[in-house]
């Protein structure tokens, strides 16, 4: 991979910054407002057909999870839902990507590639817990795979695993006969892509910090546009692990309901085989317009 330097991920989060404000496809009201064309994988056995098997599928995760997932971040999720301290209410999601399929003529070599996301249906949160994509892991095949399926980004499949985490949790009461799956948070936990990883660094250098700090790290806001915590919030978009989330909110919007990033945290989640101060990223979303309405209710003008 390429290396991602702090400028260029700015330029790239400002764009997908927009792209979260675009209206779902065949939705633009009037010449200005430009559509967002949605993504083609839109249900849970999309999966399947492009070769991928669930494994590890637990109502509640098990207690390795818990100790490699929810221990480092206890703090943080108690501070954004009713964390208990337990797996009451959370379901693991895991895909592989173990079937070759031919599918209009091509053939697609399986990858073994894997994704693995750690889901609370009702509070809207899901945690990014362990995943390499069908890109990367058929480079690492001893015959390099190159051609790789359609169905191969985290954006789609997490988004895939979301909805199917909704479906079937009790916890989830359906408003209509499909209802739309809920996501207020998103986590990266213990990021170890280099290119983030740099950017990471890159903020925490301007801000005469060479130690990434634990919970509640720091905090940036696309609001703040003077105090310039909207530029790193666009340089964090910007990153292969903030694209990710970009493009989920932005192409599965229809389902999801009109979002955006409204801020990002940075913070040191500490697992005992730590070599590193992995960064972790707590993306919040919001409905977008929503800055515009506290302004208007406060008074403010446009």
Same mark, same amino acid.
């Given at each position: ?96 990507? @173990? ?6 003529? $091509? %053939?697609? *070599? ?7 996301? +750690? ?105 703040? @546009? ?6 790193? $919030? %666009?340089? *964090? ?7 990710? +989330? ?57």
């Amino acid at each position: 991979m390429s290396e991602l330097t702090y400028t260029s991920a700015v330029e790239k989060g400002k764009l997908l910054m927009a792209l979260m404000t675009l209206k779902p496809e065949g939705s633009g009201t009037s010449e200005t407002t430009q559509d967002n064309p949605q993504s083609r994988f839109t249900t849970y056995t999309d999966l399947e057909k492009w070769g991928y098997i669930q494994y590890g599928g637990e109502t509640e995760p098990s207690s390795c999870l818990r100790f490699e997932c929810f221990d480092p971040l206890e703090e943080c999720l108690r501070s954004i839902c009713d964390f208990k301290g337990t797996t009451e209410e959370w379901t693991c999601e895991g895909q592989s990507h @173990e079937f070759t399929k031919t599918i209009d003529g $091509v %053939e697609y *070599l399986e990858t073994n590639a894997f994704f693995q996301q +750690v889901i609370h249906p009702r509070a809207g949160i899901l945690i990014a817990h362990g995943n390499n994509g069908p890109a990367h892991m058929g480079r690492l095949k001893e015959s390099p795979i190159t051609t790789v399926p359609p169905l191969r980004h985290w954006s789609d499949v997490a988004f895939l695993q979301l909805l199917n985490a909704a479906e079937t949790s009790t916890s989830t009461v359906p408003e209509s006969s499909f209802p739309k799956p809920k996501l207020n948070y998103i986590i990266r936990a213990g990021v170890q892509c280099m290119p983030t990883v740099s950017v990471v660094k890159d903020i925490l250098a301007t801000r005469n910090m060479s130690t990434l700090p634990a919970w509640p790290g720091i905090s940036f806001y696309a609001d703040d @546009e003077v105090g310039g915590g909207r530029e790193v $919030v %666009e340089a *964090l978009l910007g990153t292969p692990n903030g694209s990710g +989330v970009a493009y989920m909110v932005a192409q599965h919007n229809e389902m999801l309901g009109w979002k955006e990033v409204h801020s990002v945290t940075i913070f040191y989640s500490e697992r005992d085989d730590d070599l590193y101060r992995w960064p972790t990223l707590l993306f919040s979303l919001r409905d977008v317009g929503a800055a515009v309405d506290a302004l208007v209710r406060r008074g403010g003008g446009l």
